[in-house]
């Protein structure tokens, strides 16, 4: 199915942080966007909210780090817009990079697996849960996607790094 709108999860789906030991990057310069993404993301004709022709586009991801006192909400931001930047290669629309800054054990009603950054982002350009995909790697953002009702695939499978150079946390977890 063609999907009018692919929303992308950011930390282990377009970047990994270049630090040791560190889950996701609390400055520029630690993080580096996984091989290929840039030449993937080359291949659609993107449009943003109220644009037409062309496939939507949205980040959605929680930054607990804001939270738990590491970056700024500013830093968080900035990073992820950054991200956006290097991956896509033009600016993000106003909107359609969403973050969560809450600490992971807040409660809070924005946090993956909730769907409410991934439902802002299809409420921008208008569109049916059904029309969507969510791109992520890990299962609060699987749950996310079913949460919102829209189509799921694991980064991996997305951006084909099954091959040589995948990196471990985006293999796709064994299934029951």
């Known amino acids: 199915?063609?999907?009018?709108?692919?929303?992308?999860?950011?930390?282990?789906?377009?970047?990994?942080?270049?630090?040791?030991?560190?889950?996701?990057?609390?400055?520029?310069?630690?993080?580096?966007?996984?091989?290929?993404?840039?030449?993937?993301?080359?291949?659609f004709e993107w449009r943003g909210p109220g644009e037409d022709g062309g496939t939507g586009y949205g980040i959605a991801s929680n930054q607990g780090g804001v939270g738990a006192g590491y970056f700024s909400l500013d830093t968080a931001r900035e990073l992820l817009e950054d991200t956006f930047r290097r991956a896509f290669g033009f600016d993000p629309a106003p909107g359609t990079v969403q973050l969560c800054p809450h600490h992971p054990r807040s409660g809070c009603g924005c946090r993956k697996p909730s769907p409410l950054m991934i439902n802002r982002i299809i409420d921008l350009y208008g569109?049916?849960?059904?029309?969507?995909?969510?791109?992520?790697?890990?299962?609060?953002?699987?749950?996310?996607?079913?949460?919102?009702?829209?189509?799921?695939?694991?980064?991996?499978r997305f951006f084909r790094r099954e091959s040589e150079g995948s990196h471990p946390e985006n293999i796709e977890p064994e299934r029951p």
């Open 1 to 43: 199915m063609d999907h009018g709108l692919i929303i992308f999860d950011a930390d282990g789906t377009l970047r990994y942080c270049s630090v040791e030991g560190q889950p996701c990057p609390n400055r520029d310069g630690e993080w580096e966007l996984y091989p290929g993404v840039a030449e993937k993301l080359s291949e």
């Open 127 to 156: 569109l049916e849960p059904r029309e969507v995909l969510f791109v992520g790697d890990s299962e609060d953002d699987r749950a996310a996607a079913d949460n919102a009702g829209c189509d799921f695939q694991w980064a991996n």
